[in-house]
């Protein structure tokens, strides 16, 4: 099984949720307003860094998983492309996990 971290901006979170959806994904949970800075840039909720992101954990099986990271991946490049190349504040991390409860 493997968690799905999914890191966008607040701005996205709907895009992104449909994303997921259309992939047949029906359960995850939703941490809004995560706070940090990385490779998108600054999103601290204040000036000069207005913004906050969002965190979606989903917990899956690997062909599931696999799924879920190849329509994120066709989002981000489309909607980089509409973009005309503008980065996408998007980013997605697995881990193994086990279900213990």
């Known amino acids: 099984m493997k968690l799905l971290l999914v890191i966008c901006r607040a701005s996205l979170e709907r895009n992104v949720l449909d994303v997921i959806e259309r992939a ?16 998108s840039g600054k999103a601290m909720h ?5 913004g906050s992101n969002t965190l979606v954990l989903v917990a899956l099986e690997e062909a599931p998983a696999d799924n879920l990271i190849e329509a994120l991946v066709a989002f ?12 996408l504040p998007l980013r ?10």
Do not use: K, M, N
Not at 24 to 39: H, K, M, R, Y
Not at 46 to 50: C, F, H, I, T
Not at 92 to 101: G, I, N, Q, R, Y
């Open 24 to 39: 047949g994904v029906s359960a995850f949970s939703i941490v809004p307003a995560v706070l940090g800075i990385g490779q």
């Open 46 to 50: 204040d000036y000069p860094w207005p």
């Open 76 to 87: 981000r490049d489309s909607a980089q492309t509409q973009q005309h190349g503008a980065h």
């Open 92 to 101: 997605a991390f697995s881990v193994e996990c086990v279900e213990v409860l």
